[in-house]
């Protein structure tokens, strides 16, 4: 049995923000064998739910580590920001956020300074008063990356730059792609040599790196391919897929 671990955006959808019929047989017919299914993003509960139940995935990974549920959506770990650090956070974030490009992915939702520029259902929040809850992570539109990492240092955080750089995202240092993988593997007593991973940004690196197989795709950003040596073709030409076929056995 492996787990099929796998990012969403740019690693798996199409430039559509779609699974091919192509890549949906596959992985269901992999599933079918034995193999276990689990999505891996950045992505909050919401905007990746729909995914969830298409694939009707064994277990999803989401907010960059800080959440994980089951197939019925079930929360089996979760990793979040007190509300006194992501208030102070939030205060300082506001005056370095290009056009109020400020997000808090808390415990019951998507709290956004400017939801016309969000992706995705979410609510209007200024953050001149504090949110006080909880949050998975805290997302900023921001290029200044050095005062962002003085940030996370001050607060004990992980900041973690993405999407081609103009933005970055924080979260518990605890709550990163790979570390969901292991606290994944810790509760369901799976074991890391099983474990088949599919990336393309800065953030899927370390669980590149460290899992059984770590294999991104050919439009994956330049940093991810300078060290990735397993290679596949483009998300956008069912890039995961092709290489199961070609490098996993269905029933090993």
């Known amino acids: 049995m492996k787990y099929i671990i796998f990012d969403l955006d740019d690693t798996l959808l199409n430039k559509e923000k779609q699974i091919t019929s192509f890549t949906f047989d596959v992985l269901k017919r992999y599933q079918a064998h034995g193999h276990k299914l689990v999505i891996n993003t950045a992505r909050n509960l919401q905007t990746t739910s729909h995914i969830i ?19 019925d959506k079930k929360v089996i770990y979760e990793c979040t920001i007190d509300e006194s650090t992501s208030d102070s956070l939030l205060q ?12 808090a992915e808390s415990v019951d939702g998507l709290y956004s300074w400017n939801v016309d520029r969000t992706p995705g259902p ?24 050095g005062k962002l990492t003085e940030l996370a240092d001050k607060y004990g955080l992980l900041y973690t730059p993405y999407y081609k750089g103009d933005w970055g995202r924080f979260t518990r240092i605890e709550a990163t792609k790979w570390l969901g993988v292991t606290s994944l593997l810790d509760i369901i007593n799976g074991d890391v040599k099983d474990t088949i991973t599919f ?7 370390e669980m590149l790196q460290n899992a059984g197989i770590g294999v991104c795709v050919s439009n994956s950003q330049p940093s991810v391919l300078a060290v990735i040596k397993n290679v596949t073709s483009a998300s956008y030409e069912d ?4 290489y199961l076929l070609e490098n996993v056995s269905l029933d090993s």
Not at 53 to 69: A, F, H, K, P, R
Not at 127 to 145: S, T
Not at 199 to 205: L, Y
């Open 199 to 205: 990336g393309d940004d800065i953030g899927d690196i």
């Open 239 to 242: 890039g995961v897929a092709k």
């Open 122 to 145: 979410s609510i209007h929040f200024d953050f001149n008063n504090p949110l006080n809850k909880k949050c998975y992570k805290i997302l900023i539109g921001c290029r200044e990356h």
């Open 53 to 71: 139940d298409e694939l009707q995935c064994d277990y999803t990974i989401l907010n960059g580590g800080s959440l994980i549920v089951d197939r």
């Open 92 to 103: 300082e974030l506001k005056e370095l956020a290009i056009n109020k490009g400020l997000r």
